[in-house]
């Protein structure tokens, strides 16, 4: 069962570089544009949407890896005083209930990206981004993601109730 969550938090990891990446590559864009603006009074409108389309996959892509680290926000002043099973039990249902909303939005999400992708559309701006759709394709990634990292958190807390200390394996 552990084989399953470390390749699910493989795929999250990897993903989670990829977000990583478009903070990186979104504040180098964002920092050329000021420059172009205000040295050179250029700033074309595609490379505009391109900051705005960078933070689908920040955002998206980054709430599995932040589950995965545990930098979500929890309430710790009661978790904190539980035992292991306790907590385990815990993880167990939070960990069941985000994968069903995970997969559930992202469901709905990919007929959204699939809408966009028939009607082929594009920014409606001159000099906008075409392919819209790509962007919306994080949407379902992105929370299917999500559900996986809640899969993964749900069988490990199943592994922490159901096999003896001494079996376990440490989270990596």
């Known amino acids: 069962m552990m084989f399953v969550v470390t390749r699910i938090e493989q795929q999250v990891e990897a993903l989670g570089a990829l977000a990583r990446a478009c903070v990186l590559l979104l504040v180098l864009l964002v920092s050329f544009d000021v420059l172009m603006r205000y040295l050179f009074d250029f700033s074309p ?23 995965k680290h545990r930098q ?13 099973k306790t907590k385990a039990a815990v993880d167990l249902f939070s960990g069941i209930a985000t994968a069903a909303i995970g997969f ?4 709905l999400a990919f007929k959204y990206t699939m809408q966009s992708y028939n009607m082929g559309e ?3 701006d001159p000099g906008g981004l075409p392919y819209r759709f790509l ?31 001494r079996l376990q394996e440490a989270r990596p």
């Open 45 to 67: 409108v595609a490379l505009q949407e391109l900051e705005w389309y960078l933070i689908s996959p920040i955002a998206l892509l980054g709430i599995a890896y932040t589950l």
């Open 122 to 124: 594009g920014s409606p």
């Open 135 to 165: 962007i919306k394709a994080f949407l379902p990634l992105g929370f299917a993601l999500f559900g996986l990292q809640g899969l993964a958190d749900s069988l490990r807390a199943l592994c922490t109730l159901l096999l003896p200390a």
């Open 104 to 107: 559930y939005i992202a469901h």
């Open 72 to 84: 979500d926000v929890r309430v710790d002043f009661l978790y904190e005083k539980f035992g292991v």
